[in-house]
């Protein structure tokens, strides 16, 4: 007897595993990274301009080397619809980045993902049921009147289906600020998730005091708050988080400050509420490569994001300036990670030879709604 699974209920990651994913044949397993980049060099001179390159700032140098545009979620997003000609977008980032790129994609575009087990464990934090229940047990308390729904691009394209529906909008770490005030221009309580750092921290600049916050927990009953706490909240802020950021802590930057004198500290929002505070400056990874390349020479950085962002940093800016990383043990992105070469090679030789591997679609039920969603975020800057 068959298996019905609901989708719906799986985690970005579950649903990679059921999809189209085919591992990685062995013929491109072992290959000398010579062999490689010359290869990937050929595909991409057959393919021309039927395929555009997005790569995230925290890609290896072998990947990224190979992006016609390189950015933050932001930048990235778009640049989808820069590129109308293309046949083919290639996103080398994780899962929620070339799911939304399908949702902004024209119709006769397809979107790859090099490796299809390429999720965001933070994406993961927030499954669609459990922001139905989280909906409806506000609802029922009759405090859903005035809330607006406000999603973190790291999201799965159904929670941003369901936030587009609700009046809601979709976020990146770039333009939060500006999605935080488009949302209370709207209603007086947000439902920020699934980042409650990116969140917090968001809304602490805007001047909302901490105890004005409440952590809504989705494995609890009314998220483990009292109605009254709820009430006097103007954001709910999803308990989830990023586990490479969250690594970075206020004892580092002390560290830091003692062992380098004159040293300035720019972190990544997704750090937790207390690492940003005692940071000199926070921002998107585009922030951050741009405060470091435009400081003035002689600059001394601690930079609290991925690592393969801060090595690469430090070579582009070396020896004007000086980029080390606040994590003595460097933090990395496994799941960015996981976008090797040899995957881009396969993914581009197969179009060469007219098969698609690794093609991202979101459902047409979803893309409606978490379209709204998203075109609403590209209207704040
Ligand atoms: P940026 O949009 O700042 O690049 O952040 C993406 C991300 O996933 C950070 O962890
Ligand atoms: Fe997700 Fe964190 Fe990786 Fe960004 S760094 S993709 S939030 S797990």
Not at 91 to 96: D, E, N, R, S
Not at 127 to 143: K, M, S
Not at 312 to 339: H, K, Q
């Amino acid at each position: 007897m068959g298996i019905t699974v609901n989708v719906s209920l799986l985690t970005e990651y579950e649903r990679t595993q059921l999809g189209t994913r085919q591992p990685l044949p062995e013929r491109y397993l072992g290959l000398p990274p010579e062999e490689l980049d010359a290869r990937i060099h050929a595909a991409r001179a057959t393919l021309g301009s039927r395929v555009v390159l997005l790569g995230h700032h925290y890609q290896r140098d072998e990947v990224i080397t190979f992006a016609d545009h390189t950015g933050d979620s932001w930048k990235l997003a778009r640049q989808i619809g820069e590129h109308p000609g293309a046949e083919f977008i290639v996103f080398c980032g994780v899962h929620f980045m070339a799911e939304s790129a399908d949702i902004l994609a024209a119709p006769h575009q397809q979107v790859i993902l090099p490796d299809l087990a390429a999720g965001c464990s933070m994406a993961d934090m927030a499954a669609p049921d459990q922001l139905a229940v989280c909906w409806q047990e506000l609802a029922a308390h009759g405090l859903d009147a005035g809330l607006v729904p406000v999603t973190y691009i790291n999201s799965s394209a159904s929670i941003k289906a369901f936030c587009g529906e609700r009046g809601g909008i979709v976020c990146t770490s770039s333009n939060a600020r500006g999605t935080l005030e488009w949302a209370w221009a709207r209603g007086e309580r947000v439902l920020f998730l699934p980042d409650q750092h990116l969140g917090r921290n968001t809304a602490f600049q805007m001047g909302i005091p901490l105890d004005r916050m409440a952590v809504w927990d989705p494995d609890e009953p009314l998220g483990g708050l009292t109605p009254d706490e709820i009430a006097r909240a103007r954001i709910l802020l999803w308990k989830g988080h990023c586990s490479v950021h969250t690594r970075f802590t206020v004892r580092q930057i002390e560290q830091v400050r003692a062992q380098h004198p004159g040293i300035r500290v720019i972190v990544h929002p997704e750090c937790p509420w207390e690492v940003v505070q005692a940071a000199d400056a926070s921002g998107s990874t585009e922030t951050i490569r741009k405060t470091v390349r435009e400081s003035e020479p002689g600059s001394v950085w601690a930079v609290g994001t991925e690592i393969h962002l801060v090595n690469r940093l430090a070579r582009e800016v070396a020896p004007d300036r000086t980029v080390m990383t606040l994590d003595p043990f460097g933090c990395l992105c496994s799941t960015m990670f996981r976008v090797s070469p040899n995957h881009l090679l396969w993914v581009l030789e197969g179009l060469v030879d007219d098969q698609v591997h690794n093609r991202i679609t979101v459902a047409e039920h979803e893309k409606m709604w978490a379209r709204v969603a998203l075109d609403r975020m590209l209207q704040v800057s």
